[in-house]
């Protein structure tokens, strides 16, 4: 009985860290916060089994950019998207990534429309393995998709604004219920791929930074991942309110306050990715499984370190071939894209394994208790 307490207690803890850890490990902290979320329409839904991911304001190190809001692919049947959210913390404003999971979490109480009303979601829901749109909240032709449904959704968000932040001066009120909490023990998964090459064309087109569009974005919603082109592409309709940056722009995109980093944008290069925060130490009340356990986190450590050199390692010397063949800047701007890309991924997946092998630490051993 105490074994097993303590197995409960232990997944409870590991479910915490990993839920709240894993997928927002790159602590992006601003001095000022981030605009009004501007006005714009959805575009319409492009098939069956796509989730919308509403459009969200990111830094660059430098200045706040839109990323727009788009359809993307659910990465698995059943998962939702929590949209990631800018909070007031330690006198800073934090950036916290979102995440799929089979329920959405908090998301700050911001209000981003479209189902995301500040609480949960009510844009649609899976049922019998396909995902089925509430058409009082989306936009869907239903000649293209057949799955809909209507429900009246009322507002909770009496007052409508387009406050973009949590806490803070003139910030959002909000604190997580307690079924948001109970979400943050789901499985998670981070942005997808797609997601990833949105925010980077994103933050690399520069009619999307603040300083440039004033708050009203050009392109405010896409149809599809990275298309910013086209008849699909929507336009703000005007911004969510005036934005007035101070002169001396400020924050620290990559500062790491002893927390992993996943390979977000800011991070370029393999070589430049701190170490991953380890897992809890296997507590399960019989030693001999404690140790199994602790040497099987020490290979996995020892394995996702060789791969992040040998990635960095290929890195430099693709830098260094760039070099001596005194390459273009359209060339290196790919490259470090490119570069970009490998990194996230690469962290993503350790993310992952680390999550699947104390997952299967924390299942209740066979034979009674007793290790093989």
Same mark, same amino acid.
């Given at each position: 009985?105490?074994?097993? $307490?303590?197995?409960?207690?232990?997944?409870?803890?590991?479910? #915490?860290?990993?839920?709240?850890?894993?997928?927002?490990?790159?602590?992006?902290?601003?001095?000022?916060?981030?605009?009004? $979320?501007?006005?714009?329409?959805?575009?319409?839904?492009?098939? +069956?089994?796509?989730?919308?991911?509403?459009?969200?304001?990111?830094?660059?190190?430098?200045?706040?950019? *839109?990323?727009?809001?788009?359809?993307?692919?659910?990465?698995?049947?059943?998962?939702?998207?929590?949209?990631?959210? *800018?909070? *007031? +913390?330690?006198?800073?404003?934090?950036?916290?990534?979102?995440? *799929?999971?089979?329920?959405?979490?908090?998301?700050?109480?911001?209000?981003?429309?479209?189902?995301?009303?500040?609480?949960?979601?009510?844009?649609?829901?899976? +049922?019998?393995? =396909?995902?089925?749109?509430?058409?009082?909240?989306?936009?869907?032709?239903?000649?293209?998709?057949?799955?809909?449904?209507?429900?009246?959704?009322?507002?909770?968000?009496?007052?409508?604004?387009?406050?973009?932040?949590?806490?803070?001066?003139?910030?959002?009120?909000?604190?997580?219920?307690?079924?948001?909490?109970?979400?943050?023990?789901?499985? =998670?998964?981070?942005?997808?791929?797609?997601?990833?090459?949105?925010?980077?064309?994103?933050? &690399?087109?520069?009619?999307?930074?603040?300083?440039?569009?004033?708050?009203?974005?050009?392109?405010?919603?896409?149809?599809?991942?990275?298309?910013?082109?086209?008849?699909?592409?929507?336009?703000?309709?005007?911004?969510?309110?005036?934005?007035?940056?101070?002169?001396?722009?400020?924050?620290?995109?990559?500062?790491?306050?002893?927390?992993?980093? &996943?390979? &977000?944008?800011?991070?370029? =290069?393999?070589? +430049?990715?701190?170490?991953?925060?380890?897992?809890?130490?296997? &507590?399960?009340?019989?030693?001999? #499984?404690?140790?199994?356990?602790?040497?099987?986190?020490?290979?996995?450590?020892?394995?996702?370190?060789? @791969?992040?050199?040998? #990635?960095?390692? @290929?890195?430099?010397?693709?830098?260094?071939? $760039?070099?001596?063949?005194?390459?273009?800047?359209?060339?290196?701007?790919?490259?470090?894209?490119?570069?970009?890309?490998?990194?996230?991924?690469?962290?993503?997946? =350790?993310?992952? @394994?680390?999550?699947?092998?104390?997952?299967?630490?924390?299942?209740?051993?066979?034979?009674?208790?007793?290790?093989?």
């Amino acid at each position: 009985m105490k074994s097993r $307490l303590i197995r409960t207690m232990f997944l409870a803890l590991v479910g #915490l860290i990993l839920s709240s850890a894993s997928f927002a490990q790159v602590r992006i902290t601003v001095a000022f916060g981030p605009p009004a $979320l501007p006005v714009y329409e959805q575009p319409v839904c492009p098939g +069956d089994g796509f989730i919308w991911v509403p459009g969200y304001w990111a830094w660059d190190g430098d200045d706040y950019y *839109w990323v727009p809001g788009t359809w993307i692919s659910a990465p698995e049947v059943g998962f939702l998207w929590t949209p990631p959210w *800018w909070g *007031w +913390d330690g006198g800073v404003f934090l950036f916290h990534e979102g995440f *799929w999971g089979p329920h959405v979490g908090f998301y700050g109480g911001i209000n981003y429309g479209f189902g995301y009303f500040g609480e949960g979601f009510v844009g649609g829901r899976w +049922d019998g393995g =396909h995902f089925f749109y509430n058409r009082s909240v989306m936009n869907v032709n239903v000649v293209n998709v057949h799955n809909v449904y209507n429900e009246t959704v009322i507002n909770r968000n009496v007052t409508v604004n387009h406050i973009s932040y949590n806490g803070g001066q003139g910030g959002i009120e909000a604190r997580p219920t307690a079924q948001d909490e109970q979400a943050g023990f789901d499985r =998670h998964l981070g942005p997808v791929a797609a997601q990833n090459e949105h925010v980077q064309a994103a933050r &690399n087109n520069p009619e999307l930074k603040a300083s440039k569009n004033a708050g009203r974005p050009p392109i405010a919603a896409t149809d599809r991942p990275g298309a910013f082109s086209g008849k699909e592409v929507v336009a703000a309709k005007e911004a969510g309110g005036a934005y007035h940056p101070p002169a001396n722009r400020g924050g620290d995109a990559n500062e790491n306050r002893g927390q992993p980093n &996943n390979g &977000n944008a800011n991070v370029v =290069h393999a070589k +430049d990715l701190p170490p991953m925060e380890k897992p809890p130490a296997p &507590n399960t009340g019989i030693p001999k #499984l404690d140790q199994k356990y602790q040497q099987q986190q020490q290979k996995l450590a020892a394995q996702q370190d060789k @791969q992040r050199q040998k #990635l960095a390692q @290929q890195q430099e010397k693709e830098d260094q071939r $760039l070099a001596q063949r005194n390459a273009d800047q359209a060339t290196r701007q790919q490259t470090e894209q490119r570069h970009q890309q490998q990194t996230q991924e690469l962290r993503q997946n =350790h993310v992952q @394994q680390q999550q699947r092998m104390v997952e299967r630490q924390s299942a209740p051993p066979r034979g009674g208790g007793k290790p093989k």
